[in-house]
């Protein structure tokens, strides 16, 4: 199952367009992202374009939150956890990073390394988002979108982070974060990306799991009494 938890989404005749070049690229599951000012709005079509493709391609949504404020995290989250099945802080400033990684109801801290010079990540935010089962994305558009040195410095950041997923083990996601049909690639593509800056096969596809597995974690999340542990109804 190839997930991709970050398409930027718009209206629903272009979330039609975009989700139609996933499926004949050979994705099997995509969220739409959007952020806390679009999420109601959005939720009003979702059924519709869930309803449109059936079983042909899985669809869901992202809550993306951006903010400077770390306040605005936990008021978005008490708002739509019940509502969505990914909820993503985009990160960048340490604040937001180690905020994102110390709420365990936040599911992905995105791009930690946003317009920084570092990775975004320590020893100290990487023990967090274990303890908290916060994934860390890294996001192919930004290296789609970027040049020269400031491209060889995300590669640098991607680096960084991978080092710290191989010694402390927290859910590492990839996503494409396409904006239009142009920015698509097939998971074949991402993954020969990905595996040019260092990720092996097994770790790409682990990644792709782990996407997987916050959206089945959040599906459950009102029978989840404790981390691993999840009510079972008796039908005796």
Known sequence: MFFDLNVKGR???YNIELANHSKRYGWTHINFSYSQDDFKEALEVKEELQNHF???????YTLEIKTDNVNDIGKAVNKYRKKCNCISVVGGDLKINRASCENVRVDVLSRPYLKRYDSGLNHVLAKEAVKNNVAIELCFKDILSSYLSYRSKILSNFKDIYAL????GFPLILSSRAKSIFDIKSPNDIRAFFKSTGLTDEEFLKAMNSSGEILEFNRNRHNMILRGVRRIDDEA
């Open 165 to 168: 997923h191989r010694k402390f």
């Open 54 to 60: 059936d079983n042909e391609i899985a669809i869901d």
């Open 11 to 13: 209206d629903l005749d």
